[in-house]
T-cell receptor, first 113, second 118 residues
Framework: KNQVEQSPQSLIILEGKNCTLQ??????????LRWYKQDTGRGPVSLTI?????NTKSNGRYTATLDADTKQSSLHITASQLSDSASYIC????????????FGKGTRLSVIA | GAVVSQHPSRVICKSGTSVKIECRSL??????MFWYRQFPKQSLMLMAT?????????EQGVEKDKFLINHASLTLSTLTVTSAHPEDSSFYIC??????????????FGSGTRLTVV
């Protein structure tokens, strides 16, 4: 069964600190993995997209890694800001076609002053 | 980049009435759009896949007669919640993919619609 598991479920960190969110998946055959940021009451916004051959990708203070062998990904946030408070969702696609995406349940990050 | 506009952002309706939600791809054509539903603190759940010019494909457990989907053009899909009930209150999100964009694996999401049925 195609599944995406994220950890931790929630996280509270102080402003300015770094954090790392984890994503494990069992989706096969693997096409690509995406990290989205979803603010409360808003639609998800893409942070990074990685294919099988990509190990790391950065977008500003966000850096995603992918280990296709172990089927694990991480999202590292550097020098967190209050505006980083949101849910971070890991999404895996099984193929390049229009097949349904497999969503993780997300990690709810709270950055406090 | 690809932009998906969803309207309205919030709607409150009475039980028994119908509500239409629009999803537009603003700068690309989308032969396929997706409709999701999200409950508080839960992940997005795919409701249906909307195909331009043909019938939508509904996920198991989603009533096609209750959630009417129309994808009449390459830039517009609509979701109509018919005879809404309080249990239909949720956050509805659409997404689309710009297949014409080179090496674009990204799905772009709309900003969502908060439906409250009273």
């Amino acid at each position: 069964k195609n599944q995406v598991e994220q950890s931790p479920q929630s996280l509270i960190i102080l402003e300015g600190k770094n954090c790392t969110l984890q994503c494990n998946y069992t989706v096969s055959p693997f096409s690509n993995l995406r990290w989205y940021k979803q603010d409360t009451g808003r639609g998800p916004v893409s942070l990074t997209i990685m294919t099988f051959s990509e190990n790391t990708k950065s977008n500003g203070r966000y850096t995603a890694t992918l280990d296709a062998d172990t089927k694990q990904s991480s999202l590292h946030i550097t020098a967190s800001q209050l505006s980083d408070s949101a849910s971070y969702i890991c999404v895996v696609s099984a193929s390049r076609g229009n097949t349904p995406l497999v969503f993780g349940k997300g990690t709810r990050l709270s950055v406090i002053a | 980049g690809a932009v998906v506009s969803q309207h309205p952002s919030r709607v409150i309706c009475k039980s028994g009435t119908s509500v239409k939600i629009e999803c537009r791809s603003l700068d690309f054509q989308a032969t396929t759009m997706f409709w999701y539903r999200q409950f508080p603190k839960q992940s997005l759940m795919l409701m249906a896949t909307s195909n331009e010019g043909s019938k939508a494909t509904y996920e198991q457990g989603v009533e096609k007669d209750k959630f009417l989907i129309n994808h009449a053009s390459l830039t517009l899909s609509t979701l109509t919640v018919t005879s809404a009930h309080p249990e239909d209150s949720s956050f509805y999100i659409c997404s689309a993919r710009d297949l014409a964009s080179e090496k674009n694996y990204g799905y772009t999401f709309g900003s969502g619609t908060r439906l409250t049925v009273v």
